[in-house]
C-alpha cells in the first residue's frame, strides 16, 4: 500500500461545538511522508500543530492539541474520515482554534474527500505492526484500551451506561469488511439531557444544538422542565420520543456506539502510522483514547530510532535466502556470515546470522566457553552493508566492496552458540565517487550486542 492524499482542496464551515464560533476547516493535499498538520491560519506567524500524540492534552467532553500555547480543539471526526478514507497526508487550514462541528459526525468531511478524490503517492504506507499486548485502563477501572496482534485493524467497543436506553452497546469496525464512509462517518456525537445544564454552566457546548448531537432522555420530565430546556437550546419547543429528543431518527439501532468507535479511530489516528492490530476498547472517552495514542507513539519513535532492534520475523520467508546472498556477496563459507535478508532499500538492510556450535572458530575461540570473535561479528556487520550498496548496481557480480575505514566499534555483549544475530545497516551519507558511509548495528533478541560505522568503496572487479 502506497501513501495517499487529496486530488485537490476542499473547505467546511460551521460552529465550533463549545466555542459556537464560526470556523472554517481548508482540507489541501500534502507531501508524502507529512502525515496530519493543522495551521492555524487566524493567528500571527501561523502556527502549525501537527497531528500527533506529542501534542495530545485533555480538554473536557473533546480531544486537544497544544504546541507552544497554541491550541486545537474537537479534531477527532476531521482526523477519523482522513483516516477512514485512507489519507495519509494533509495539511488542515484552521481559521479559529476549534473545528466545525457540523452534524456532529465525521459524515461531511468523508462526502468531501469522496467528492474531490484521493491520489496515490510513490512513498510505502507507513504502519505501526503491534507485535505485544498494549493496554491502557483507566484509574476507577471502568474505561480500559487493549491493543493487540492482527493481520489488520481491527475495532471491537462496548459503551454501558446507567441508563435504561444506552445500557450496553457494542460496535465493531474491519478495514477489511467495515464501509466506514456508510456504517461509521454519519453517526453522530450524544449527550443525555441530564448533561446539558451542567455542560452550559462550564461554558461549554454553547454550539450545541438538536442538529449536531443525540440528546437522549433516560428519566420522566415535566413539560415546564422541557420548555425550560428547550429555551437554553434556543428551541421554541422539544417533544421528546422513545428516550431521544425532538423525534430524532437514529441512522442505526447502535449509533451510539458507533460514534465512540468513531472517535476512538480519530483520537488513535494521532499516533501517526495507520495500525495493524485490534483495538478492544471498553467504556472508552477522549481521555483514554488519547493516553492510549501517546502510548503507541512512544513506543513508534522508540522503534524508529536509528538504534532500535527492528521488527521482524525471523521464521518468515525471508528476501533473500543464502543463494541469492552468494550472488551478491563474493565470500563463501567458512567466510560467509550472512544467512539471510530480509529487507533491503537504498537506505538500509536488515539480515541475520544463525550461529551454531559447528561453527569453525568456536574450536579455539574459546573451547571451554565458546564466543564469537568480535572480528567477525564486525565482519559479518560489514558483509551485509556490502549487500545494501551491491544490490543496486545492475551487475553486482562484477563488484566488490571494499572497506577503507572502521569507526567507532562498540561490543556490548557476547555472541554464543545458539544466537541469532540480527544485522542492521543504514546508510549515512549519499554515495560519491563509489564512497559510502553506513552505521551498522547488531542484535540478539531487542538487545544490542555490537555498533559501529563502516566507510566502504564500490569499485569494478578487474578481470
Same mark, same amino acid.
Request: charged share 25%.
Given at each position: 500500500m502506497r501513501q495517499r492524499t487529496l486530488k485537490t482542496s476542499f473547505s467546511l464551515k460551521g460552529k465550533g461545538l463549545h466555542n459556537g464560533q464560526e470556523v472554517t476547516a481548508t482540507f489541501l493535499p500534502a507531501a508524502e511522508n507529512t502525515g496530519y498538520r493543522i495551521v492555524r491560519v487566524d493567528l500571527e506567524h501561523r502556527p502549525e500543530i501537527p497531528a500527533l500524540a506529542e501534542y495530545a492534552t485533555f480538554a473536557d467532553r473533546s480531544s486537544c492539541l497544544e504546541r507552544e500555547g497554541v491550541r486545537v480543539y474537537t479534531m477527532e471526526h476531521a482526523m477519523a474520515a482522513l483516516y477512514g478514507s485512507g489519507i495519509d497526508n494533509c495539511i488542515i487550514e484552521l481559521d479559529g482554534e476549534e473545528f466545525p462541528i457540523l452534524d456532529g459526525s465525521a459524515k461531511y468531511f468523508v462526502e468531501k474527500i469522496e467528492q474531490v478524490g484521493v491520489a496515490e503517492q510513490s512513498a510505502p504506507r507507513r504502519y505501526?505492526?503491534?507485535?505485544?499486548? &498494549? $493496554?491502557?485502563?483507566?484509574? #476507577?477501572?471502568?474505561?480500559?484500551?487493549?491493543?493487540?496482534?492482527?493481520?489488520?485493524?481491527? @475495532?471491537?467497543?462496548?459503551?454501558?451506561? #446507567?441508563?435504561?436506553?444506552?445500557?450496553?452497546?457494542?460496535?465493531?469496525?474491519?478495514?477489511?469488511?467495515?464501509?466506514?464512509?456508510?456504517?461509521?462517518?454519519?453517526?453522530? /456525537?450524544?449527550?443525555?439531557?441530564? $448533561?446539558?445544564?451542567?455542560?452550559? =454552566?462550564?461554558?461549554?457546548?454553547? *454550539? *450545541?444544538?438538536?442538529?449536531?448531537?443525540?440528546?437522549?432522555? #433516560?428519566?420522566? %420530565?415535566?413539560?415546564?422542565?422541557?420548555?425550560? &430546556?428547550a429555551c437554553l437550546l434556543q428551541r421554541d419547543s422539544m417533544r421528546v420520543k422513545q428516550g431521544v429528543l425532538n423525534n430524532v431518527t437514529l441512522h442505526f439501532d447502535n449509533e451510539p456506539a458507533r460514534h465512540k468507535l468513531l472517535d476512538v479511530m480519530g483520537d488513535l489516528a494521532l499516533c501517526g502510522r495507520f495500525i495493524k492490530g485490534r483495538v478492544i476498547a471498553e467504556r472508552p472517552g477522549h481521555k483514554a483514547n488519547t493516553a492510549m495514542a501517546q502510548k503507541i507513539y512512544k513506543g513508534i519513535v522508540a522503534s524508529e530510532r536509528e538504534d532500535a532492534c527492528p521488527k521482524i520475523d525471523v521464521t518468515a520467508e525471508p528476501l533473500m535466502d543464502i543463494n541469492r546472498i552468494r550472488g551478491l556477496l563474493p565470500h563463501r563459507p567458512p567466510f560467509l556470515l550472512v544467512d539471510k535478508v530480509y529487507e533491503v532499500t537504498d537506505e538500509i538492510v536488515i539480515g541475520c546470522k544463525n550461529v551454531t556450535m559447528n561453527e569453525p572458530f568456536f574450536v579455539g575461540h574459546f573451547p571451554d566457553e565458546p564466543v564469537m570473535p568480535g @572480528?567477525? &561479528?564486525?565482519?559479518?556487520?560489514?558483509?551485509?552493508?556490502?549487500?545494501?550498496?551491491?544490490?543496486?548496481?545492475?551487475?553486482? $557480480?562484477?563488484?566488490?566492496?571494499?572497506?577503507?575505514?572502521? #569507526?567507532?566499534?562498540?561490543?556490548?555483549? =557476547? @555472541?554464543?552458540?545458539?544466537? /541469532?544475530?540480527?544485522? =542492521?545497516?543504514?546508510?549515512?551519507?549519499? %554515495?560519491?565517487?563509489?564512497?559510502?558511509?553506513?552505521?551498522?548495528?547488531?542484535?540478539?533478541?531487542?538487545?544490542? @550486542?555490537?555498533?559501529? $560505522?563502516?566507510?566502504?568503496?564500490?569499485?569494478?572487479?578487474?578481470?
Open positions: 505501526f505492526d503491534v507485535t505485544e499486548p &498494549l $493496554e491502557y485502563t483507566s484509574e #476507577d477501572g471502568l474505561t480500559r484500551l487493549t491493543l493487540l496482534p492482527d493481520t489488520a485493524y481491527h @475495532v471491537n467497543l462496548v459503551v454501558a451506561y #446507567d441508563s435504561p436506553y444506552l445500557s450496553m452497546q457494542y460496535a465493531t469496525y474491519s478495514e477489511k469488511d467495515t464501509n466506514f464512509a456508510r456504517e461509521i462517518a454519519p453517526c453522530r /456525537t450524544f449527550v443525555f439531557l441530564r $448533561e446539558i445544564e451542567p455542560l452550559l =454552566k462550564q461554558n461549554l457546548i454553547r *454550539g *450545541g444544538d438538536l442538529d449536531n448531537a443525540i440528546v437522549i432522555v #433516560d428519566r420522566e %420530565i415535566s413539560q415546564e422542565e422541557t420548555d425550560r &430546556l @572480528v567477525l &561479528l564486525v565482519e559479518a556487520m560489514a558483509q551485509c552493508g556490502g549487500i545494501l550498496v551491491l544490490n543496486q548496481v545492475e551487475d553486482p $557480480e562484477n563488484y566488490s566492496t571494499y572497506f577503507l575505514r572502521i #569507526d567507532g566499534i562498540k561490543f556490548r555483549k =557476547k @555472541v554464543v552458540p545458539g544466537d /541469532t544475530v540480527i544485522f =542492521k545497516l543504514v546508510k549515512i551519507a549519499p %554515495i560519491r565517487r563509489g564512497i559510502v558511509t553506513m552505521r551498522g548495528y547488531a542484535f540478539v533478541g531487542k538487545g544490542l @550486542v555490537c555498533e559501529g $560505522e563502516f566507510m566502504a568503496q564500490v569499485a569494478k572487479t578487474k578481470n
